[in-house]
C-alpha cells in the first residue's frame, strides 16, 4: 500500500564498502529523485530521473551512481562509502503535469539511514 | 546566502497556541511553495502547496505566500501535541528541482 517505499531501512557498514538503495514507487508518476538529509535536517537534491532519462545530476561524488530500470523504480548505489555519507537518503517521485508543464509536489519514501563506521 | 532561508528553531509552544513559521528566498523565479511536515524517523510529507501570491487554508492550517517581500509563512491553529514535528518550507520554479528550506522543529507540550 505504500507509495514510495524504499530498502533498507537501515544500512550501517564500514568505510571503503559498497553499497545498494532501492526505490519503488506505485503512484505511477514519471519522475524520481535522490535527496540526502543531513544530520541538521537539511534536504539536498542528489539526482532526478525523468521518464528513465537523467535530468538532474547536482554535484554529488561520482562514488554515487543512480540507476532506473523503469519509471517506477530508482537504485542508489554507493562505491567505496566515507565517513562523510553519513546521512538519511531519501527517495522521492513526482508527475509532471498540466498544460504549462510542471512538476507535481514530491512524494518521499521514510528514508534509508546510512551509517559508515 | 541560501536560496531559501528557515529559522531551525526549535520553537516550542504551549497546546492550544498559535503557530507561526517563516521562510524567505531570493530566487523570483519560485512559483509554486510548499509546507513538508516530518516526524522523527519519518519522510516528510505533504501539508500546503500553493502557486504564487495568496492565501490557502486547510482546516487548522493556513499557508500565505507574498512573493512581492519573498516571504511564505504557515500558521497552525489550536496546535496539539501531534503536531510536534518538523516543517519544511519549499518552493520551485514549476521544473524538476524543489528546493528546501532547513526546516523548523516544532514542539507544542499539553
Known amino acids: 500500500d505504500t507509495a514510495v517505499s524504499q530498502t533498507p531501512k537501515y544500512l550501517v557498514t564500514q568505510m571503503g564498502n559498497d553499497k545498494s538503495i532501492k526505490c519503488e514507487q506505485n503512484?505511477?508518476?514519471?519522475?524520481m529523485y535522490w535527496y540526502k538529509q543531513d544530520s541538521k535536517k537539511f534536504l539536498k537534491i542528489m539526482f532526478s530521473y525523468n521518464n528513465k532519462e537523467l535530468i538532474i545530476n547536482e554535484t554529488v561524488p561520482n562514488r554515487f551512481s543512480p540507476k532506473s530500470p523503469d519509471k517506477a523504480h530508482l537504485n542508489l548505489h554507493i562505491n567505496s562509502l566515507e565517513l562523510g555519507d553519513s546521512a538519511v537518503y531519501f527517495c522521492?517521485?513526482?508527475?509532471?503535469?498540466?498544460?504549462?508543464?510542471?512538476?507535481?509536489?514530491?512524494?518521499f519514501g521514510n528514508g534509508t539511514r546510512l551509517t559508515v563506521t | 546566502q541560501k536560496e531559501v532561508e528557515q529559522d531551525p528553531g526549535p520553537l516550542s509552544v504551549p497546546e492550544g497556541a498559535i503557530v507561526s513559521l517563516n521562510c524567505t528566498y531570493s530566487?523570483?523565479?519560485?512559483?509554486?511553495f510548499m509546507w513538508y511536515r516530518q516526524y522523527s524517523r519519518k519522510g516528510p510529507e505533504l501539508l500546503m502547496y500553493t502557486y504564487s501570491s495568496g492565501n490557502k487554508e486547510d482546516g487548522r492550517f493556513t499557508a500565505q505566500v507574498d512573493k512581492s517581500s519573498k516571504y511564505i509563512s504557515l500558521f497552525i491553529r489550536d496546535s496539539q501535541p501531534s503536531d510536534s514535528a518538523t516543517y519544511l518550507c519549499?518552493?520551485?520554479?514549476?521544473?524538476?528541482?524543489?528546493?528546501f528550506g532547513a526546516g523548523t522543529r516544532l514542539f507544542v507540550k499539553a
Open positions: 503512484l505511477g508518476h514519471d519522475t
Open positions: 519549499a518552493m520551485s520554479g514549476g521544473g524538476f528541482k524543489t528546493i
Open positions: 522521492a517521485s513526482s508527475q509532471r503535469t498540466g498544460r504549462i508543464s510542471y512538476n507535481s509536489p514530491l512524494h
Open positions: 530566487n523570483s523565479a519560485f512559483q509554486y
